[in-house]
C-alpha cells in the first residue's frame, strides 16, 4: 500500500489533540457505512445531526449512510462534558478535520490503485472515479485501510466547496422519538430487568437515625433492601413493586433534623452576609474618564431555578463480577466513570459508562447522582440489570440547583448622563460541582454512604473558559471604564451546580435592565443608546437587524409594552438581540419574541432556530414563572403545582433571524438567547407599566412589589 501523501499539516484542534487516533473516531464498512462515535453526547440540541453532516460533508457521502455511535467509555474519545454550547466548536471541528484526514489517506489509495494522480480524482457518495471510468469507492478500501493512526493535521474543505453545511437537514433522532422507539433511557428495557427506588428526606443532608423494615418486607416481588449508612434503597421485580416497597419503608424511617435553609423573603441578604471568596475579575482603567457628577446604584436578584426536566433522572446497571455496565443520561460518560471508580474503589477500567438520552437536560440534573443509586442497588441484583428512576419529589429536592444570584451595578455619570465607570458585583454559589473534576467525588450517594465524603461546595470555572457565576458579567460595551468582581459563596446550604447559562442569565439581566435604566434617565431611545456605546460590527448587526425586524419601535399601544435586550454568549460565542413584546393585563403575558443571532457558519440552520427558539421560551417561563421554594427545614416546590413552569398555552410567538456567516468558525447557540430573552422581558415590562421588577420572577407579587417599591 502506497502511503498517503503528506497534506498540509494544520495544528489540530483540541478535541482531537486530546484523542489523535483516527479510529477512535471513525471506522469505514464494507457494507457502506461511516460510522461515527463522538465524545459528545445528544441531549436534544442536535448535535448528532451537525456532526453527521459535518462528516458527510468532508468525506463526500450521502447523510444516509453516516451511523452515528452513542457516547461510552468503552470506545468513544474522552471529550469531557457536553456543555456550554461548544459540542459544534470542539466536536465539530475534530470530527471535520479526522474526515478529511481519512478522505485523504483513501484518495491516496485510490490513486495508487488506479494509476492515476490524487487530483484527477472526485467522490461522490463515496465512489471515487478518474479519467477512462476508471472507479473504487470507500467500501471497495475499506479492508485495506487501517485508520488506528494518529492524526497529522490535514486541512478541511473550504467552506465554499461543502454540500451540507448551511443546510437544514432533518435530525437525525427524531424518527424514533415519533415512532415511539426507545430512544430515551426511560423507555429501554433490558433483559430479566428489576427495579429500584431509593429511600431520601424531605430536608436535605439529614441523616437517617432509624430504619424499619418490616413494612417493606412484606411487599409481593421484593428482591432486596439495601442499607449503607444514610443511604437506603428497595429492589423489586416490578416498578410497582418497588413504589409500594418504597413507601412501607418510607413510614419506618427516622430522620435527624439538619442545619436550617435561609430566609426565603431575605435572600439577597443572605447572600451577601455569608462567608465569601471574592475575587476581581475585570478591571479597565481609563486614561480620561471625564468627572463624576453622580452615582446610579441598583441590585438585581435572581432565585435559584430547578432543571424541571420533563422526566425525572433515570439509570440503569449491571454487575457481572467486580465490573458494572452502567446506562446514563449523564452529560459527561468519562467524567462520571472517574467519580463512580471513587467511591466504588474499584479501577476506572472496570467501570463501562454508556449514554442514552433522557427527555429534558439543561445541565448538571439528577442523571449522574441516580446512576450512582442505581450502581449501589444493583449490588443487591444477582447480576441482573436494575432500573432506576428518580421521582418527580426527588427530582426537585435532591438534584443540583442553578444558583441563586444578587447582582449589584453601579455607574458614575457626569453632568451629561454619560457613563464615566462602570462597577459590577456578584453574590452567588459557585455554579460548577459536575463529577469527575476533582480529587473527591461529586455524587449525592458519595456524600450518604456509611464511610462518606464530604458535600462538594460548587465552584466557577475561570473566566477564560467563559466563567461561571461571572459569565457574561464583563461589558460588551465601550464604556471608558470597570471593575467586575466575584463573591462566590462558601457555604451551600441548598445544592447548586451547572444549569443552562450559568450566571449568564442573571449578568445579561442586571446589565441589559440598568442600561435601560440609565437611557430612561437620558431620555434615550435604548436601541440607539446601545448602537451609542458599541464599536463591535458583529454586535452592531444583530441589534440592527432585529430592531428593523421588529420594526422598532411600535407605536406606544395601552397596555402592551417592547422591551430589547443584546448578549455575546459568553463573549466568546454567539451573538443575539432579542426585542419582546409583552401584554400587561393581570399577569404579564409575552406575545411575541423577535430575535437575530450570529453564530458564525450555521452548520444547520434549522437546528440553530430550534435552539434559539428553546433557550427563548425556556427564559420566559424562567422569567414569568419560575423560582425554586422552601422553608427553614425543606424544599416545598416539589411537584408541578408548586414550581410551575411555562405552559403551551402561554408559548409566545418566535420568530429567529441567522445572519449567514459561513466564512466565519461556527460557535454556539444552545444557551446564547436565555439572557437577551430575560432582560428584553424585564425591559418590556417598564415600558408597558412603568414598573422597573428587578427581582425575577415577574409574578403578580413582584409587580405589586415593585410598584410599592417606587410609590
Not at 481609563?286 to 432543571?307: E, F, M, N, V
Not at 435592565?513 to 434615550?524: C, K, N, V
Amino acid at each position: 500500500m502506497t502511503k498517503p501523501s503528506p497534506a498540509p499539516v494544520q495544528k489540530l484542534p483540541p478535541s482531537l489533540a486530546a484523542n489523535p487516533n483516527l479510529s477512535s473516531w471513525i471506522k469505514i464498512s464494507v457494507e457502506g457505512h461511516v460510522v461515527v462515535s463522538p465524545g459528545k453526547v445528544e441531549i436534544g440540541q442536535g448535535i448528532v445531526t451537525a456532526l453527521a453532516q459535518i462528516a458527510a460533508d468532508e468525506l463526500d457521502v450521502d447523510i444516509g449512510r453516516v451511523r452515528m455511535v452513542r457516547a461510552t467509555t468503552a470506545g468513544s474519545p474522552n471529550e469531557g462534558v457536553t456543555s456550554g454550547s461548544l459540542s459544534v466548536q470542539q466536536s465539530g471541528r475534530a470530527v471535520r478535520h479526522v474526515c478529511a484526514e481519512v478522505r485523504q489517506i483513501f484518495l491516496s489509495l485510490a490513486a495508487d490503485r488506479l494509476g492515476v494522480g490524487i487530483d484527477a480524482l472526485a467522490i461522490s457518495d463515496g465512489e471515487i472515479s478518474g479519467p477512462g471510468n476508471v472507479r473504487t469507492s470507500y467500501w471497495e478500501l475499506a479492508d485495506e485501510v487501517s485508520l488506528d493512526l494518529q492524526a497529522s493535521g490535514a486541512t478541511p474543505k473550504s467552506s465554499a466547496r461543502r454540500a451540507l453545511a448551511g443546510s437544514s437537514v432533518q435530525r437525525v433522532d427524531i424518527p424514533d422519538k415519533i415512532y415511539a422507539q426507545p430512544r430515551f433511557i426511560h423507555d429501554l428495557p433490558l433483559p430479566a430487568m428489576l427495579h429500584g427506588r431509593v429511600l431520601r428526606p424531605e430536608m436535605p443532608g439529614a441523616k437517617l437515625t432509624e430504619l424499619r423494615e418490616d413494612g417493606a418486607r412484606t411487599v409481593a416481588g421484593l428482591v432486596a433492601i439495601v442499607r449503607d449508612g444514610n443511604f437506603a434503597g428497595v429492589v423489586s421485580e416490578t416498578e410497582d413493586g418497588a413504589e409500594t416497597a418504597l413507601k412501607a419503608l418510607r413510614k419506618g424511617a427516622v430522620w435527624s433534623a439538619r442545619e436550617p435553609l435561609p430566609d426565603e423573603s431575605g435572600l439577597a441578604d443572605w447572600l451577601k452576609s455569608q462567608p465569601v471568596e471574592s475575587t476581581i475579575i475585570d478591571r479597565k482603567t481609563a486614561t480620561d474618564s471625564g468627572t463624576k457628577s453622580r452615582t446610579l446604584r441598583r441590585q438585581y436578584t435572581r432565585p435559584y431555578i430547578a432543571h424541571a426536566s420533563i422526566a425525572p433522572s433515570c439509570a440503569m446497571a449491571q454487575w457481572s463480577g467486580d465490573r458494572v455496565h452502567v446506562w446514563t443520561h449523564s452529560q459527561g460518560v468519562y467524567l462520571l466513570r472517574t467519580d463512580l471508580a471513587l467511591v466504588l474503589k474499584v479501577p476506572a477500567e472496570n467501570i463501562t459508562v454508556e449514554h442514552m438520552e433522557g427527555a429534558g437536560c439543561y445541565g448538571h440534573n439528577g442523571a449522574d447522582d441516580v446512576a450512582l443509586d442505581a450502581v449501589l442497588l444493583a449490588k443487591a441484583a444477582g447480576g441482573r440489570p436494575i432500573r432506576l428512576q428518580w421521582s418527580r419529589e426527588d427530582e426537585m429536592t435532591h438534584a443540583p440547583f442553578g444558583a441563586a444570584m444578587a447582582v449589584e451595578i453601579e455607574a458614575d455619570l457626569d453632568a451629561q448622563g454619560e457613563i464615566v465607570d462602570w462597577r459590577h458585583s456578584i453574590w452567588g454559589n459557585g455554579h460548577v460541582a459536575r463529577p469527575g473534576r476533582a480529587a473527591l467525588p461529586a455524587l449525592l450517594a458519595g456524600t450518604e454512604i456509611a464511610n462518606p465524603f464530604p458535600r462538594t461546595v460548587a465552584t466557577n470555572p475561570p473566566q477564560a473558559t467563559g466563567g461561571g457565576a461571572d459569565r457574561n458579567s464583563v461589558p460588551l460595551y465601550d464604556f471608558p471604564s470597570w471593575t467586575v468582581e466575584c463573591h462566590r459563596l462558601l457555604t451551600m446550604p441548598i445544592r447548586t451546580s451547572a444549569l443552562r447559562t450559568l450566571g449568564a442569565q442573571g449578568n445579561v439581566f442586571a446589565i441589559e435592565s440598568f442600561l435601560d435604566e440609565l437611557a430612561a434617565e437620558r431620555g434615550e431611545d435604548p436601541v440607539a443608546f446601545r448602537l451609542r456605546h458599541l464599536s463591535d460590527p458583529r454586535s452592531r448587526d444583530v441589534i440592527q437587524s432585529v430592531a428593523k425586524r421588529a420594526n422598532w419601535k411600535p407605536r406606544k399601544q395601552p397596555g402592551v409594552g417592547y422591551g430589547i435586550g443584546f448578549a455575546r454568549y459568553k463573549s466568546t460565542g454567539a451573538y443575539c438581540a432579542v426585542v419582546a413584546e409583552i401584554e400587561g393585563a393581570e399577569d404579564i403575558r409575552v406575545r411575541r419574541l423577535t430575535i437575530t443571532v450570529d453564530v458564525g457558519e450555521a452548520i444547520n440552520p434549522d437546528g440553530v432556530i430550534n435552539q434559539i427558539e428553546g433557550g427563548a421560551i425556556q427564559a420566559t417561563s424562567w422569567v414569568l414563572k419560575e423560582q425554586v421554594r422552601f422553608d427553614r427545614e425543606r424544599i416545598t416546590s416539589n411537584t408541578w403545582s408548586s414550581y410551575p413552569i411555562l405552559r403551551f398555552s402561554e408559548v409566545p410567538e418566535v420568530q429567529v433571524e441567522v445572519l449567514a456567516r459561513p466564512e466565519l468558525d461556527p460557535v454556539g447557540a444552545g444557551e446564547a438567547a436565555h439572557g437577551p430573552t430575560t432582560a428584553a422581558i424585564a425591559n418590556a415590562v417598564f415600558d408597558c407599566l412603568g414598573v422597573r421588577v428587578r427581582n425575577l420572577p415577574i409574578t403578580r407579587d413582584s409587580l405589586i412589589a415593585a410598584m410599592e417599591l417606587s410609590s
